[in-house]
């Protein structure tokens, strides 16, 4: 019975590399192809990949032909309607045969287009390769020690996985000149006047092939490779500075967020949980839902519970504060903010919304991004917007349908180049 045991590379997955170019190639297309399509898709449907559409003349690779050259002269049998000369029309509407995947104008003519499947890890890839968490500064914890090992030089004892094949033959290789140098030096005489031709005595040509001898003998004895040649690379564990991240995801869950409007909150939030997830291991997210009353909930219950009432900002405010001043210092964490609402809130409840945000949150975050949903400001948005001027970490959008959400978000989180 005969096994065959596949050891290429890629195995099934033979068109690996060639899918990684394509895409590299291609990617402004695909990603404002994403761009179009993120406002469509629907709250869960970011767990899965994407089917993508770009034109197919995009596609098109230069390529050499060996054309016929010269001056060539064809008849085509069954033309009975035009002569040399002549120019052939453009088909109307409805003719040219067009075929699957072409999107027909209303002139008849019409775009190829090239469809493919991402998978979720390309999706995600390509919507947050170029977004960051803004201010992130290396903060480090008092409790917490993380290390990474270098490379330290080299020692004459390790484990073989360690073993430095290179730096070990240089030092075999030394040793050997350093042992063997003078006698292969005094061999090399010896064999070139062995071979010159001349009248001396046999005893003394004799001596000479002995000597040799002796030489060869000396040299072989001297070992190539020795365990006092062998080195190893040695590693040194080095402290590294720890990143912590904490992000509140804050969510209007009253009556005056309706269910439009909480859609495109949630899609928001999960847009933003899939990037944190994506890009930062080691970021912590917080859940708050309020209405007149806030509340920290898990994940599951944060993006499919329904809740109604009246509204009173303050409560997720006053939380998120308390939160923070408990299991969050500003001292070891970097803490963001992102909150949504339709900016609708109690008349009294603004004023305070605004005091809480200058004097006890703005101080202790790194970035806080308000957006509201809404078609026209309300009082909240007012009351944000006279913060701007005087806190750089502060950032007020708004939003008023699904396919504002992709752009508003790189908005606020684009990498920030010095």
């Known amino acids: 019975m005969t096994h065959l045991i596949d050891r290429r590379q890629w195995g099934k997955k033979r068109s690996t590399v060639n899918r990684q170019r394509f895409i590299r190639r291609f990617k402004d297309q695909i990603k404002r192809a994403l761009a179009e399509q993120i406002g469509r898709r629907g709250v869960t449907d970011t767990q899965n990949g994407e089917s993508v559409s770009i034109p197919a003349r995009d596609t098109g690779e230069p390529t050499f032909r060996q054309g016929a050259g010269g001056h060539r002269e064809r008849i085509f049998p069954g033309n009975h309607e ?3 000369g002549d120019r ?4 109307q509407g409805g003719g040219g045969g067009q075929g699957q995947g072409r999107r027909a104008g209303d002139s008849g003519e019409g ?7 991402i998978s979720r890890d390309e ?3 390509l919507m947050f390769e170029d977004l960051e968490l803004p201010r992130l500064d290396i903060t480090q914890l008092k409790n917490v020690e993380r290390f990474r090992n270098v490379r330290a030089g080299y020692r004459t004892d390790g484990v073989p996985a360690n073993l430095s094949i290179v730096r070990s033959l240089e030092r075999a290789l030394a040793r050997r000149i350093a042992l063997s140098g003078g006698d292969r030096r005094e061999l090399r005489e010896l064999e070139a006047e062995l071979e010159q031709p001349g009248d001396d005595a046999q005893e003394e040509r004799v001596a000479l092939r002995a000597r040799i001898e002796e030489l060869r003998e000396r040299i072989a004895r001297v070992p190539f490779i020795d365990t006092f040649d062998l080195r190893f690379t040695a590693f040194a564990k080095q402290p590294m500075p720890s990143t912590q991240a904490v992000m509140f995801c804050l969510m209007d869950v009253s009556g005056s967020m309706d269910q439009q409007r909480k859609d495109i909150a949630k899609r928001f939030f999960l847009l933003l949980y899939l990037f944190l997830g994506k890009s930062y291991a080691n970021v912590q997210v917080v859940f708050i839902r309020h209405h007149t009353q806030a509340k920290e909930v898990s994940e599951q219950e944060f993006f499919h519970s329904q809740e109604s009432g009246g509204t009173v900002v303050s409560s997720a405010l006053r939380l998120l504060d308390e939160t923070i001043r408990e299991r969050y210092s500003p001292e070891l964490w970097n803490v963001y903010v992102a909150q949504a609402s339709d900016g609708d809130n109690w008349h009294d409840d603004s004023p305070i919304c605004q005091d809480l945000l200058a004097n006890r949150i703005l101080p202790c975050v790194r970035y806080f991004s ?6 026209q400001p309300q009082g909240l948005w ?3 917007q ?11 959008r708004r939003i008023l349908q699904a396919e504002d959400i992709y752009p508003v978000f790189r908005e606020l989180f684009r990498k920030q180049h010095a």
């Not at 775009?111 to 499947?117: A, C, G, N, P, T």
């Not at 308000?370 to 078609?375: C, F, L, S, W």
Request: glycine letters at 2%.
């Open 82 to 84: 035009y002569v040399g």
């Open 88 to 91: 052939i029309p453009r088909p």
């Open 111 to 117: 775009e190829d287009e090239f469809h493919f499947e």
């Open 123 to 125: 999706y995600l890839d």
């Open 370 to 375: 308000y957006i509201e949903i809404a078609e």
């Open 382 to 384: 007012h009351h944000y």
């Open 386 to 396: 006279a913060l701007l001027a005087t806190h750089p970490n502060l950032a007020t």
